[in-house]
């Protein structure tokens, strides 16, 4: 039952092989068998099932259901949920439970969907490893030594483990496809706009951007048709149009125009990766496509402008967390000034204080425009190269990530070569393009992610370009060791 897609899974429920109730029991079961994984911050049994039960009801008389209907989908503990708690990795809101369902939340419960639980993530979404969670690390099920990615690591590894049949994800440098590549899952992070942050806890405002996580980008695909579409209670949510992204699944791709940037195949990348993002590319040549180089001459700005644009708007977005408004309080404060500091200094963990300070320090007086400014000015250089490169091409390809999945701990001393992890995404969230990361083989024993990155709003064309290459390989249904 775990191995199904999503589709498998809705078939089985309309032909009565199960029912929802007995399917999410079956789910239920896995999450608590594979607690080790620590991939769920929250389990919640009862509110599943009593979803399942209202799933079955509606099945039963064929009432407004969907493809998603009676499907368990775990949600990323980003997203508030009414009535469960919400805690976005952090002590800081280790007791908050939100009185509202985020607008993703709400259109998942209107699809039938169940939520079994909520997905452990990095602190406030500030990481790439998920070892910055108050609730601990979590870890891959490839290798149990390493880490998943973050900050989704907690969606990724579920996935992966068959723990869940979908979930969902949010990407602000590169969050959801990082974690996707080193576990070896499809991830798709859309167009900036395109899904609705309402209820989704800020980390970047400029940047984040929730997504779907699934097995195949056939199962992507059904999870973004839910997500998708324009919210009025987002004032960054665009008013567009949205596609039936199953319906052009099948096209082909001949003459497919593919731009490689030749910035993303430098000597800084490992040469087994390389090898591996080749043979894929190889792959689409087979399926008709074609192959140019470009150049993108300011992805190399894009580390530096991205740390001090991010860092700057959480400094912004986290100071509503003083233990007065929102948040943790510090027990027996002796006056104002001793409980704003040791409420935030006793919350926050060291990778979202040391973001608060670096964007606290660009956005002072004297500064700003020596750092924010500048770096807003870089992004715009960043965000016309993709433009230049995408007149020529249809879609960019390259690697999601430098490495493979690295060692629990190898990386948490050093926060530059943590930041380093995301050198490939990141500049994507900067230009608010869609982009997606597909399984595409293996490196010493460990997943690889191909990245395809396309123009605004072309999420179908990224989902039709990844299923087609997930016809002519396998590399996305295999499953790790002990999660058969």
């Given at each position: 039952m775990h191995n199904k897609t999503l589709t498998e899974l809705a078939q089985g429920l309309r032909e009565k092989q199960y029912s929802s109730v007995e399917l999410t029991q079956f789910f239920l079961d896995r999450i608590n068998q594979h607690q080790a994984l620590n991939s769920f911050i929250t389990v919640a049994d009862e509110s599943a099932l009593e979803q399942a039960k209202a799933a079955d009801t509606r099945l039963a008389a064929d009432d407004n259901t969907t493809p998603l209907t009676?499907?368990?989908?775990?949600?990323?503990?980003?997203?508030c949920?009414?009535?469960?708690?919400?805690?976005?990795?952090?002590?800081?809101?280790?007791?908050?439970?939100?009185?509202?369902?985020?607008?993703?939340?709400?259109?998942?419960?209107?699809?039938?969907?169940?939520?079994?639980?909520?997905?452990?993530?990095?602190?406030?979404?500030?990481?790439?490893?998920?070892?910055?969670?108050?609730?601990?690390p979590v870890k891959n099920p490839w290798n149990l030594e390493t880490v998943p990615g973050g900050s989704s690591g907690g969606s990724a590894a579920a996935l992966a483990a068959r723990l869940v049949?979908?979930?969902?994800?949010?990407?602000?440098?590169?969050?959801?496809?990082?974690?996707?590549?080193?576990?070896?899952?499809?991830?798709?992070?859309?167009?900036?706009?395109?899904?609705?942050?309402?209820?989704?806890?800020?980390?970047?405002s400029s940047l984040d951007q929730g997504g779907p996580m699934a097995r195949s980008a056939e199962d992507a695909a059904l999870l973004l048709q839910t997500m998708a579409g324009f919210d009025p209670k987002d004032s960054t949510s665009v008013d567009t149009e949205v596609p039936d992204y199953s319906a052009t699944l099948n096209d082909s791709l001949e003459g497919l125009k593919i731009g490689l940037p030749k910035e993303f195949f430098s000597e800084d990348l490992n040469n087994d990766i390389a090898a591996v993002i080749e043979t894929a590319i190889n792959e689409y040549k087979k399926l008709g496509a074609e192959v140019k180089e470009v150049s993108m001459p300011n992805l190399n700005l894009a580390i530096p402008s991205y740390y001090v644009i991010a860092s700057a708007e959480c400094s912004a977005n986290l100071s509503r967390f003083d233990g007065v408004r929102f948040g943790y309080r510090c027990d027996k404060p002796a006056d104002l000034t001793d409980m704003y500091t040791r409420s935030r200094g006793e919350a926050f963990g060291p990778e979202v204080k040391r973001r608060i300070l670096m964007g606290t320090y660009a956005l002072s007086a004297g500064y700003y425009d020596a750092y924010y400014l500048k770096a807003q000015q870089v992004r715009r250089l960043i965000s016309d190269d993709f433009k230049k490169a995408l007149s020529e091409v249809d879609v960019l390809m390259g690697p999601v990530s430098p490495s493979t999945a690295f060692a629990i701990g190898e990386k948490s001393g050093d926060p530059i070569q943590m930041y380093l992890s995301d050198i490939y995404t990141i500049a994507i969230n900067l230009a608010g393009l869609p982009a997606m990361s597909i399984p595409a083989g293996f490196a010493n024993e460990k997943p690889v992610g191909l990245q395809i990155i396309g123009n605004y709003f072309a999420e179908a064309r990224l989902l039709n370009i990844a299923h087609q290459y997930q016809q002519v390989s396998d590399w996305h249904k295999l499953t790790p060791k002990g999660f058969e």
């Open positions: 009676g499907i368990p989908v775990a949600q990323k503990d980003i997203f949920t009414q009535g469960i708690k919400t805690s976005c990795g952090s002590k800081m809101l280790d007791n908050f439970i939100a009185p509202y369902d985020a607008t993703v939340i709400e259109k998942f419960n209107q699809a039938g969907a169940v939520m079994p639980g909520k997905l452990n993530m990095d602190e406030f979404a500030m990481g790439s490893s998920n070892e910055t969670s108050f609730y601990g049949p979908a979930a969902t994800g949010t990407d602000t440098g590169g969050s959801i496809r990082q974690p996707s590549s080193l576990c070896n899952i499809t991830g798709l992070k859309p167009t900036y706009g395109r899904v609705s942050r309402y209820g989704m806890i800020a980390y970047a």
